[in-house]
């Protein structure tokens, strides 16, 4: 009997072929009258849909699977042909592929995740912003799919069901970015199975191999094409699907599905996505208890696969959690929680992946302040379990600072560390109401900081980078030199809550450190720096024979160093400029022992040795900073007999370093000193002067490295006599290190007579990068403290050191020079080796003394104040008096130094800018062309500086636009 049919229900049954077979497919001609029909009109397409969905019901329940074969072949087709209307019949196709896997065939169920791919790569977001009943029905259709190969556990068939899930969260990784609800469960229900399948399947070597190859590097070092990765990885998809058509899966092709599928899940564009797998991974991993160093390896592997300028977001992802809970509090309820969140951060940041666009700046301070918080605040975790995550943080600090992406990653993560500490430092100092914080914490958390700094320089030193970066200078480290003195730092109300102990153990940390530095980063910089420098000099001498042979690609590679040999004179202007971090640490270094208490010979030994290796890296820039705090310590001898221990460890290692300044400087600057300094009268005057305070109890033993040449000498000196046969009282004065000075040429020029003693620092500004450094060429003394006489009884009160200038007293003014290029002294002419000095470019020292001649000789000013022309008397101010005294150069002669090596003495006696004004002027008209001038020429002598043809003649006008403030201190 014939049964009537409409048109699109006649199209769809001449679709299936007769019979029971449970592999049919559609007929073709039928199969494409039937698209064309439902593509027409939404209306046909409707009522195809709902046809196939009661047909559907109809052969599931009498078990035909050849005619649910058929349908679903439909299905796909009309996805794939009407995907512009996928929204009229996704429900309905949604609810037959349920019906379908009803049925548990496992060859249904095939045809099923087939037509499952497809329909996820036609779809949008607008079918999951419109129609929540398609959303529901989706959503349980993939968590339905999912299920079957995580529940299958049967041996039959066992790899077929597990890849029809596997492959099912392959195609929903395409459509997690619509929307973000069903996005977050579908990634916790795909996450966890993709684990297991690849744990299971993958012991911790396998995952190293493949996390290797997705760095595309090999176990020999060898890069993989990324040509022969893409063939291989298209030859395994096609491999699989032909094992999976043909019912003959391995193991093989099920780990690959799996790892496949996970890479789609991190292979995307959207940060959202990104971060939601991301702890997805690392909570599962958690909650299971998986072994958590697998994991750590997995997670690395993941990120692999993230588009390279979206890496960092998995690091944010993770610091993200830490913070969470450190908000919450660290506890023993979330300590297991954040040792795995910790170890998995640590492992991304000291893997080889590569994180263009990570904020190393933002990382390091989110890392830091974990660390700080961890060990302020009070919680219920042991000791064991603070030190175990601090370790972690450590770690994930010097990792990501050693994973040069910048030139100045090393020096601005060195300075984040450092203005930590300061601001920790400045925490310790609080009014007795305001301790919350044990002093404990503080010492610790401090420690710990200074800490990562060490780690980091021992990492730079043991590995080995082709990548060039910018050191660390010195520069950065002034803003931690408060460390040395704690309790000079903070003049107010406060107290440091930190005991006497806790601050030695600082100290000695921070100079363990601060060595660390100078012989690992800042040595290591001035090597390369002065190996630059001598290639090219030998590159631009014509006598040298392999010149013409050097490689210019070398060239090109040495001009992109950063570092500056820093043993040459007036670098970074460490001379010119007195406001520079070496005399900024020594003048810590004085402050060093004015604590309470005098510091312990250990750690005394700790600061000399950082002074000494300062003296082998810096050179002369040392030395011209160092002689007046020379001056400063040392005893004064002739003016009292008994000393504090806290007197006797100045003078000690001011002179261990002037003699290892003597020692050194022929070996750093042999072509220009050719062994001058050791045969120096200098040398052998430190040597009397230590052995004298051997011999009368005045030198402090033990605190000069071993083995030491002062402690152990080949023999005993004989000491110069009095007329009495007393030891004479040995003290190297100023006038001493001027001769030596000034018997050379090289050291005329850089230990020029204007160096003050610091009292006062004016920091600079900390900023990220440390371009530029402090240039202020004014000292911060105020008169009364920058002639200051270091003989003065009071000179060891750190109340006379004090001070910056008032109002209406102006600061001393410290003259510019230029800096030179080179080691070497055009400037300095053969009379410098007689002890003249002419490093200021005003002539010789025999015009000078002409030009002192003449102003005392014709000056009506100097006559009317008696004072006679002679070139070996001194002039001496005290209070309202002046009066004339003759130097006798007998050991003992009144010392007026104002921490310079140059004094007012028998050899030059120096007019100031006031005098010549008075005498030039010679209360008459202006110099000029006039009779004045010509006065003036009159009376110089032949050798005089006046005589010789000034660029300009108008010399009054000069003086006179000086300021008047600058006269008392401007010395010709």
């Known amino acids: 009997m014939n049964i009537f049919h409409h048109k699109h229900q006649k199209l769809i049954l001449q679709c299936y072929p007769p019979g029971k077979a449970t592999d049919k497919k559609p007929n073709p001609s039928e199969l494409s009258y039937l698209l064309y029909y439902a593509s027409t009109r939404r209306v046909k397409l409707e009522k195809v849909i709902h046809f196939l969905k009661d047909k559907t019901q109809h052969d599931a329940a009498r078990n035909r699977t050849g005619n649910l074969q058929v349908t679903l072949?439909?299905?796909?087709?009309?996805?794939?042909?009407?995907?512009?209307?996928?929204?009229?019949?996704?429900?309905?196709?949604?609810?037959?592929?349920?019906?379908?896997?009803?049925?548990?065939?496992?060859?249904?169920?095939?045809?099923?995740?087939?037509?499952?791919?497809?329909?996820?790569?036609?779809?949008?977001?607008?079918?999951?912003?419109?129609?929540?009943?398609?959303?529901?029905?989706?959503?349980?259709?993939?968590?339905?799919?999912?299920?079957?190969?995580?529940?299958?556990?049967?041996?039959?068939?066992?790899?077929?069901?597990?890849?029809?899930?596997?492959?099912?969260?392959?195609?929903?990784?395409?459509?997690?970015?619509?929307?973000?609800?069903?996005?977050?469960?579908?990634?916790?229900?795909?996450?966890?199975?993709?684990?297991?399948?690849?744990?299971?399947?993958?012991?911790?070597?396998?995952?190293?191999?493949r996390l290797k190859s997705s760095l595309n590097v090999e176990s020999d070092g060898k890069r993989l094409s990324r040509v022969q990765s893409h063939k291989s990885q298209t030859q395994l998809h096609n491999q699989i699907e032909v094992d999976f058509d043909n019912d003959t899966l391995t193991l093989t092709d099920v780990n690959q599905e799996a790892m496949n599928a996970l890479r789609a899940f991190f292979n995307n564009t959207a940060t959202a996505q990104i971060s939601e797998v991301t702890r997805a991974v690392v909570q599962h991993i958690f909650t299971t208890n998986i072994n958590l160093d697998w994991g750590i390896v997995l997670l690395e592997l993941c990120v692999t696969w993230i588009p390279i300028q979206l890496r960092f977001v998995s690091c944010s992802t993770l610091l993200a959690t830490l913070n969470r809970i450190n908000i919450e509090g660290a506890s023993k309820s979330n300590y297991p929680l954040h040792l795995s969140y910790a170890k998995h951060l640590l492992g991304l940041l000291s893997s080889g992946i590569n994180m263009i666009g990570l904020s190393i700046s933002d990382i390091i301070q989110q890392l830091l302040n974990l660390?700080?918080?961890?060990?302020?605040?009070?919680?219920?975790?042991?000791?064991?379990?603070?030190?175990?995550?601090?370790?972690?943080?450590?770690?994930?600090?010097?990792?990501?600072?050693?994973?040069?992406?910048?030139?100045?990653?090393?020096?601005?993560?060195?300075?984040?560390?450092?203005?930590?500490?300061?601001?920790?430092?400045?925490?310790?100092?609080?009014?007795?109401?305001?301790?919350?914080?044990?002093?404990?914490?503080?010492?610790?958390?401090?420690?710990?900081?200074?800490?990562?700094?060490?780690?980091?320089?021992?990492?730079?030193?043991?590995?080995?980078?082709?990548?060039?970066?910018?050191?660390?200078?010195?520069?950065?480290?002034?803003?931690?030199?408060?460390?040395?003195?704690?309790?000079?730092?903070?003049?107010?109300?406060?107290?440091?809550?930190?005991?006497?102990?806790?601050?030695?153990?600082?100290?000695?940390?921070?100079?363990?450190?601060?060595?660390?530095?100078?012989?690992?980063?800042?040595?290591?910089s001035s090597r390369s720096a002065y190996e630059v420098i001598k290639k090219q000099q030998n590159r631009l001498d014509p006598g040298n024979a392999n010149s013409q042979f050097m490689d210019r690609s070398d060239s090109s590679k040495d001009n992109k160093l950063s570092g500056k040999n820093l043993m040459e004179p007036d670098v970074n202007q460490y001379i010119t400029q007195?406001?520079?971090?070496?005399?900024?640490?020594?003048?810590?270094?004085?402050?060093?022992?004015?604590?309470?208490?005098?510091?312990?010979?250990?750690?005394?030994?700790?600061?000399?040795?950082?002074?000494?290796?300062?003296?082998?890296?810096?050179?002369?820039?040392?030395?011209?900073?160092?002689?007046?705090?020379?001056?400063?310590?040392?005893?004064?001898?002739?003016?009292?007999?008994?000393?504090?221990?806290?007197?006797?460890?100045?003078?000690?290692?001011?002179?261990?370093?002037?003699?290892?300044?003597?020692?050194?400087?022929?070996?750093?600057?042999?072509?220009?000193?050719?062994?001058?300094?050791?045969?120096?009268?200098?040398?052998?005057?430190?040597?009397?002067?230590?052995?004298?305070?051997?011999?009368?109890?005045?030198?402090?033993?033990?605190?000069?490295?071993?083995?030491?040449?002062?402690?152990?000498?080949?023999?005993?000196?004989?000491?110069?006599?009095?007329?009495?046969?007393?030891?004479?009282?040995?003290?190297?004065?100023?006038?001493?290190?001027?001769?030596?000075?000034?018997?050379?040429?090289?050291?005329?020029?850089?230990?020029?007579?204007?160096?003050?003693?610091?009292?006062?620092?004016?920091?600079?500004?900390?900023?990220?990068?440390?371009?530029?450094f402090n240039n202020d060429s004014r000292n911060t003394n105020n008169n009364s403290t920058a002639f200051m006489d270091f003989d003065d009884e009071d000179g060891d009160d750190a109340s006379t050191r004090g001070g910056s200038g008032g109002p209406g007293r102006p600061d001393h003014f410290v003259p510019q020079f230029n800096p030179h290029t080179g080691l070497s002294s055009d400037a300095a002419t053969t009379d410098s080796e007689q002890g003249l000095y002419t490093g200021l470019g005003l002539g010789t020292a025999k015009d000078i003394r002409t030009i002192r001649a003449e102003i005392l000789q014709y000056s009506q000013h100097f006559q009317e104040k008696g004072i006679p022309y002679a070139a070996d008397y001194t002039l001496t101010s005290n209070a309202n008096t002046t009066t004339v005294g003759r130097l006798n150069g007998d050991l003992h002669s009144c010392d007026q130094t104002n921490g310079s090596i140059y004094t007012f003495n028998l050899h030059v006696s120096c007019p100031r800018i006031a005098d010549l004004k008075e005498v030039l002027s010679m209360n008459g008209p202006p110099l000029g062309n006039g009779i004045a001038a010509r006065n003036m020429d009159h009376t110089a002598s032949n050798n005089s500086i006046l005589s010789k043809n000034l660029l300009s003649t108008d010399v009054d006008s000069i003086l006179a636009g000086l300021d008047s403030d600058d006269d008392a201190a401007f010395v010709v």
Not at 646 to 652: G, I, S, W
């Open 73 to 209: 072949a439909i299905i796909k087709e009309l996805i794939e042909k009407c995907n512009e209307n996928l929204n009229v019949f996704a429900p309905q196709a949604c609810n037959i592929l349920k019906i379908c896997l009803d049925t548990e065939d496992i060859a249904v169920c095939k045809s099923v995740v087939k037509t499952y791919e497809v329909l996820c790569a036609k779809m949008d977001a607008a079918l999951f912003g419109g129609d929540k009943e398609f959303v529901h029905d989706f959503t349980d259709l993939t968590q339905q799919l999912i299920s079957l190969g995580k529940d299958k556990n049967i041996s039959q068939n066992q790899y077929d069901w597990q890849m029809v899930s596997l492959k099912a969260i392959y195609a929903i990784s395409n459509c997690l970015t619509f929307s973000s609800s069903t996005s977050k469960k579908f990634v916790a229900i795909s996450i966890p199975f993709l684990i297991q399948v690849i744990m299971h399947n993958n012991n911790i070597s396998s995952l190293v191999q």
């Open 371 to 524: 660390q700080t918080d961890l060990i302020l605040k009070p919680s219920d975790l042991s000791k064991s379990e603070i030190d175990s995550l601090t370790n972690i943080y450590s770690e994930c600090i010097c990792n990501i600072t050693t994973h040069i992406y910048y030139f100045d990653q090393v020096p601005d993560s060195i300075q984040e560390i450092l203005v930590k500490v300061d601001y920790v430092l400045d925490s310790s100092f609080v009014d007795s109401s305001d301790q919350t914080t044990s002093s404990e914490r503080i010492h610790d958390l401090i420690v710990q900081f200074l800490d990562n700094i060490s780690k980091i320089f021992l990492i730079l030193k043991s590995k080995t980078s082709t990548i060039n970066r910018n050191h660390v200078n010195l520069e950065h480290w002034d803003i931690s030199l408060g460390l040395l003195a704690p309790e000079s730092e903070f003049e107010d109300n406060r107290n440091t809550i930190l005991s006497l102990h806790q601050i030695r153990s600082i100290q000695a940390k921070y100079l363990k450190v601060f060595d660390e530095f100078l012989n690992v980063e800042l040595a290591a």
């Open 578 to 772: 007195q406001q520079n971090f070496i005399s900024h640490f020594l003048m810590y270094a004085d402050r060093f022992f004015d604590g309470p208490e005098a510091p312990s010979t250990e750690l005394v030994l700790l600061l000399v040795k950082v002074l000494k290796d300062m003296i082998e890296i810096l050179g002369l820039n040392f030395v011209s900073n160092f002689i007046p705090f020379f001056h400063y310590g040392v005893l004064k001898l002739d003016k009292a007999s008994e000393f504090s221990q806290r007197q006797m460890y100045k003078d000690t290692i001011v002179h261990i370093l002037l003699y290892y300044i003597l020692k050194n400087l022929d070996e750093q600057y042999e072509e220009e000193l050719e062994g001058y300094c050791k045969s120096s009268k200098l040398f052998k005057l430190v040597l009397d002067s230590v052995e004298y305070r051997r011999q009368h109890g005045l030198w402090i033993h033990g605190i000069d490295s071993q083995p030491s040449d002062l402690e152990h000498p080949k023999g005993r000196r004989v000491l110069p006599k009095d007329g009495n046969g007393n030891d004479l009282k040995l003290r190297i004065k100023s006038e001493q290190i001027e001769e030596f000075a000034c018997g050379n040429n090289f050291l005329i020029v850089w230990l020029h007579p204007q160096k003050q003693l610091l009292t006062e620092i004016e920091k600079p500004q900390v900023s990220t990068h440390m371009t530029q």
